[in-house]
């Protein structure tokens, strides 16, 4: 079987050769397309591919459609929303992610950046501590659970909301867990987001819940920046300017965010949740494996999408 990796933002070079090792020791042809320009050249490189590794890449109905022999597409990563489930369904083609893999780099990431918010962006002048200060946990899944681990280790009072998680898993953490959504805002001077982007959670960020924020709030999102209702921020950041944004990739408005909210806002440059050597080499192998595994025995125990 061909198994391509096509990475529009690419694999740390150690990732891709433990990839092809896993892909050429189980027998496999391992093929790599990287840095691609146009969605032409992903299509024409997946016409022959059996299986597909990407990252945060897009694959829509178009390159399903260029790809008659692919089985099995698997997003790198947690989020899997790059991925249009129902063309893969009705083509019989099996879409996985690689949960967990990722989740440490992203919530390192995420104390990464409230911490230089907090020191003012190492500007010389003085800053704060997170110690001592509450963090509410939105979605308590992968990078929740390490996010709630680190902000224990800096003594801050850590609160989660997550419906589909057990409360007895959130306090087993050392995190309280709180009942509504609204109780974890109007309670934590930092909330860290981690909710999946979907037809429920986009937009769903807005005034209603940041408005509950106590003061010097700051927002962190490491999750998607679809979830995030922008206009409704921008117009509570002009409110409030005790208020604080910082996002893991530029939010559509970032020009506007930046020449508003100087000192105020934050982001990087290209999604850095997941860029570090460990995460690509832990997403990259599990990837691989999965559809080496697929191929094997027809495990589906990662599958996202519904079966035709
Ligand atoms: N910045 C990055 O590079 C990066 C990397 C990995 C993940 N992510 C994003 O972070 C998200 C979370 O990642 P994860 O690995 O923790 O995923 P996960 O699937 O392990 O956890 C998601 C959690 O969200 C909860 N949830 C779903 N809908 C909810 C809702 N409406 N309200 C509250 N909780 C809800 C689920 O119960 C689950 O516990 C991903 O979906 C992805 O979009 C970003």
Redesign the pocket.
Known sequence: MKILVATDKPFAGIAIKQIKEVVEKAGHEFALLEKYKTPQELHQAVKDADALIVRSDIVDAAVIAAAPKLKIVVRA???Y?NIELAPCTDSNIVAMNT??Q??N??AE?AFGMMLYMARGGFDGKTGSELRGKTLGI???????KYVAFIANGLGMEVFA?????DSKIIKQAGVTPVDS?EELYSKCRYVSL?????D??KK?IGANLLSLMPADAVLVN???KEVINEDELIELMEKRADFTYIS??APDNAQKFTEKFPGRFFFTPK?????TEEANINSGVAAASQIVDYFATGNETFRVNKKK
């Open positions: 990563g947690a989020g929303d949960p967990g990722n989740s780099a992203v990431l939105h979605a308590f899944g992968n990078v929740g909301f997550d419906p589909f998680v959504v981690h909710i999946p982007a979907n429920k959670t769903s490491t999750a998607r893991d990739i999604k850095m949740g997941a860029q």
